[in-house]
């Protein structure tokens, strides 16, 4: 059964950065793709990156140049860094994995879900 869990939220000031943890098991190795996504109270839930079973990357226009998607294979981990925060990154920051993904930074294509992870930035 494949699990998927977050950590590394927190509170940060404007300008720092965390770095978000994915753990990833149950598949039988690590071809699979992983998608970062954030949510606020009252809106949808978007899509700020990804990587693929290739280890192929993409990013919403929003995150570009800040965050960094990657992965451990080793550790069956995928990493969110996010640099430069701002008080419009603050949301719950959830990971979702699936083996055979078209588009990674859509919600839909996911059928595996960690619990989220809450990053508040403050001004």
């Known amino acids: 059964q494949v699990q998927v869990a977050e950590s590394g939220g927190g509170s940060v000031q404007a300008g720092g950065s965390l770095r978000l943890s994915c753990a990833v098991s149950g598949y039988p190795d690590s071809r699979y793709c992983v998608g970062w996504f954030r949510q606020v109270p009252g809106k949808e839930r978007e899509g700020v990156a990804a990587?693929?079973?290739?280890?192929?990357?993409s990013y919403a226009d929003f995150v570009k140049g800040r965050f960094t998607i990657s992965k451990d294979n080793a550790k069956n981990i995928v990493y969110l860094q996010m640099n430069s925060l701002n008080p419009e990154d603050t949301a719950v920051y959830y990971c979702?994995?699936?083996?055979?993904?078209?588009?990674?930074?859509?919600?839909?294509?996911?059928?595996?879900w960690g619990q989220g992870t809450q990053v508040t930035v403050s001004s």
């Open positions: 990587i693929d079973r290739d280890g192929s990357t």
């Open positions: 979702a994995s699936d083996l055979w993904v078209e588009a990674g930074r859509q919600a839909s294509e996911y059928n595996y």
